[in-house]
């Protein structure tokens, strides 16, 4: 099922990414804006973003649309959810990891994502309820047996405020067990990269839609799972996000509730 709209997820990815290549490492200095203190955004996100967006209104006029640098239209209640560039701090220092995000999202929750790393041709596909893959061959999760020795990833935004308190036990919940925590800068390739076993589970609070619509997708499909820091059902409201297999990701949820 939904194989137009995979082709149409996968083509808009792949556009955002032909935009972004030829302006990293490349970008002036002076069409760089900080949208708020840390938060930036460059020609680059939004030559992606048009790309993606004429891509996707081109196969599926009828659907809405949210994107992080031209926010929401439409009424239909099937929605394109795209972040265009994904680590963009990473792609204005011209730190080689980033990813485009897209995904398509309607009542039940997301039905198809793509998660599509240009540098190194990686793209993570899933459909809801068909599985996920990598390159064209299925992906699944990690068999890592729980969070003792565990390869983990997290974010920390800057917006984090206050929250950054609550970041900094967690952080001390999984540091002494794990054996390597990595913050590489972009949440939806750290989801892909759960998908697809190179992580054993993944943290973050404050994540915006479009950070991790594609990415939560992967990783169920994978067969893993996604929780809120409680546990429970409201990390796309939220933005807290706990994700790995089910032994991984259950022991973080046990770790942060302590
Ligand atoms: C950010 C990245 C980062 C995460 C932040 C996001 P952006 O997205 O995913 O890893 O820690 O929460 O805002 O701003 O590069 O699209
Ligand atoms: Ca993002
Ligand atoms: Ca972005």
Redesign the pocket.
Known sequence: MFEAQREACVAAALAGGRALVPYFRKLEPGTVTEKSKN?YVSDADRASEAAIKAELDLRFPQYSFLG?ETGASGENSRVWIV?P??????FVQGFPH?CVSVALWDAQGPVVGCVWDPLREDLFLATRGEGATWNGQPMSISQQSGLDGAFLAT???F?LGERFKLFTKALEATFYRAKGIRRA????L?LAHVAAGIYDGFF?L???KW?MAAGVLLVQEAGGLISDWEGGEGWFESGSVIAGNLWVQQELVDAFKE
């Open positions: 938060d992080e972040d560039l994904d680590g963009t701090l990473n980033w974010g920390f935004a917006q800068g972009s949440a939806a750290d973050e404050g994540l915006q950070d």
